[in-house]
């Protein structure tokens, strides 16, 4: 089945523990990319990457860093997690290498993070 | 700057037809995009449109006013299951062609 594999689903962790959340494909798709989604503001882009060793920030990457080694894993790392980034956390893909959206992405499930 | 405005919930029963509007201020516009997002779930892609008119899939359909600078999507037939959040996504040179989301509309529907 074609799928977007976040892990963890549910993770409560305290400020300053560093966390990796993992995603994974198996589209054979160029472009991944990180969201968060708060309440009341929509999806909001923290990395994307185009290609394997190539990453660009989105919109909020401040205290973010995501890492391309290969094509089908694209982690997000939190090296001193803060209570401001308890959020609701989607990886997604995209076949077309520029993200275009005109095929639409897959999302994966969903990491909701609590930081306390 | 650029910005995406969208009811944050329309009511409709079952069985009637639902509009969800989306109005975009963006430079270098280049698409519309819509999702669907059920509670606790992850969104889902619905349907994008980078040309004026309407694009029909099944009871959904999307339309898109380049000159307006406005898009709805239209559900036909509402069934409860389609209760859920729905998200326009604009893709513009202003964000370096990355999608720039609203802030999503709650369908809520009433048998």
Known sequence: ?116 | GQSLEQPSEVTAVEGAIVQINCTYQTSGFYGLSWYQQHDGGAPTFLSYNALDGLEETGRFSSFLSRSDSYGYLLLQELQMKDSASYFCAVRARESNYQLIWGAGTKLIIKP
């Not at chain 1, 991944?32 to 990453?55: A, F, H």
């Not at chain 1, 909020?60 to 001193?80: A, D, H, Q």
């Not at chain 1, 308890?86 to 076949?95: D, E, H, K, N, R």
């Open chain 1, 1 to 116: 089945e074609a799928q977007v594999t976040q892990n963890p689903r549910y993770l409560i962790t305290v400020t300053g523990k560093k966390l990796t959340v993992t995603c994974s494909q198996n589209m054979n798709h160029e472009y991944m990319s990180w969201y968060r989604q708060d309440p009341g503001l929509g999806l909001r882009q923290i990395y994307y990457s185009m290609n394997v060793e190539v990453t660009d920030k989105g919109d909020v990457p401040e205290g973010y860093k995501v890492s391309r080694k290969e094509k089908r894993n694209f982690p997000l790392i939190l090296e001193s997690p803060s209570p401001n980034q308890t959020s609701l956390y989607f990886c997604a893909s995209s076949p077309e290498v520029s993200g275009m959206g005109v095929f639409g992405y897959t999302f994966g499930s969903g990491t909701r993070l609590t930081v306390v």
